[in-house]
Nanobody
Framework: EVQLVESGGGLVQAGGSLTLSCTAS????????IGWFRQAPGKEREGVSC???????FYEDFAQGRFTISSDNAKNAVYLQMNSLTPEDTAVYYC??????????????YGQGTRVTVSS
């Protein structure tokens, strides 16, 4: 059974940084891609970043240069380092896994999410 647990969300001032963590079970990074998604109030869920061991990291335009995805195979964990945060980054952030590669249709497995609030 795939289980994903996010942590690290919170309240931060604009310009600040946060690191989100995702602890995965039931997946191996050799077989699964791990992505971060977010859903802002009143908006649809959108992709943020994705990582697979075979193809590396991908970022949406708004995340490029500010966010960094990384993994720790020993801990079966994936992290999202977020810098230069703006109020537009306020959202619930979800970790997700798909067997295969970033961009595959799925099925994607999601965690419960962690809330990030950026104050101006």
């Amino acid at each position: 059974e795939v289980q994903l647990v996010e942590s690290g969300g919170g309240l931060v001032q604009a310009g600040g940084s946060l690191t989100l963590s995702c602890t995965a079970s039931g997946v191996t990074f050799d077989d699964y891609a791990i992505g971060w998604f977010r859903q802002a109030p009143g908006k649809e869920r959108e992709g943020v970043s994705c990582f697979s061991s075979h193809r590396g990291a991908f970022y949406e335009d708004f995340a490029q240069g500010r966010f960094t995805i990384s993994s720790d195979n020993a801990k079966n964990a994936v992290y999202l380092q977020m810098n230069s945060l703006t109020p537009e980054d306020t959202a619930v952030y979800y970790c997700a896994a798909v067997r295969g590669h970033c961009g595959d249709f799925g099925p994607w497995y999601y965690g419960q999410g962690t809330r990030v609030t950026v104050s101006s």
